[in-house]
């Protein structure tokens, strides 16, 4: 079992930027990719960012040249640090990882940008 915790999100002008964190633990040797999705209201949820073990970074389009993802060395924790921020940007954001076995979710933390 692997569990996630999520902190950061939360009111932000357009414009501004925030960083995401979500801590990893329990079984984060068997862990493979981390990330990030996130899901807007009446919204599907939609990638992010995620990193893939091996080091290439799979992107949402939305995401390229504004948000950047990172992961510890020994996998303890996955950051999003996102820049100018739009209105359209605001949703829940979800920790996400890829294990040997299954993937595991964080609990989500909210990002609102007020126009």
């Known amino acids: 079992q692997v569990q996630l915790v999520e902190s950061g999100g939360g009111l932000v002008q357009a414009g501004g930027s925030l960083r995401l964190s979500c801590a990893a633990s329990g079984d984060i040797i068997t862990i493979i990719n981390m990330g990030w999705y996130r899901q807007a209201p009446g919204k599907q949820l939609e990638l992010v960012a995620v990193s893939v073990s091996g080091g290439t970074t799979n992107w949402g389009d939305f995401a390229k040249g504004r948000f950047t993802v990172s992961r510890d060395k020994d996998d303890r924790g996955v950051f999003l640090e996102m820049k100018d921020l739009r209105p359209d940007d605001t949703a829940v954001y979800y920790c996400?990882?890829?294990?040997?076995?299954?993937?595991?979710w964080g609990q989500g933390t909210q990002v609102t940008v007020s126009s």
């Open positions: 996400y990882v890829r294990a040997r076995l299954r993937a595991y």
